[in-house]
């Protein structure tokens, strides 16, 4: 099994190495597409699962994972950002990011590392952060998009 999970790896937009070995690519397949802007979604997961829905892996599998998910709550049904990204419910959103760390945490090993990937363009990150029970180590606070590094303890 690989050690790293990427349980939202979407495109694979943020590897350097898009087939990492040491990577498991975990997300709902989306047909390739070439959208009139000459934008390409092309999601070809690893491991076909639904992050919301529970992953198919074993607890303390990972020694560390990667959490990009929606982060939009408004965007046309056929908008680029809505096929590349995905979109949140806006009343929901709260407990499916939550259900996610958890679903993070599960699968990590103890004292194992979560890098969490937010855009606050719609969700501030402090409204985001007052609603897990985990809190960063350290990160990227400025700006728009956000790098967030969370340990699980041995404890969690």
Known sequence: ????????????????????PIATFVDKPVE????????VIDVNPDVVADWTKGLPFDDNSFDGAVFDPPHLIHAGDSSWLAKKY????ELTWPFI???GFDEAMRVLKPN??????????????????AEIPYRP?????????HWLVFMKLEAE
């Open 112 to 129: 194992a590392t979560l890098v969490f990937k937010w855009n606050d363009s719609q969700i501030p990150l402090p409204e985001l952060l």
């Open 137 to 145: 180590l350290f990160g990227q606070k400025r700006k728009k998009t």
């Open 1 to 20: 099994m690989a050690r790293v999970l990427d349980m939202t790896a979407g495109s694979r937009m943020m590897w350097f190495e898009k087939d990492n």
């Open 97 to 99: 990011i939550r259900d």
């Open 32 to 39: 390739y597409e070439e959208l009139p802007t000459g934008h």
């Open 86 to 89: 995905g979109t949140l419910d």
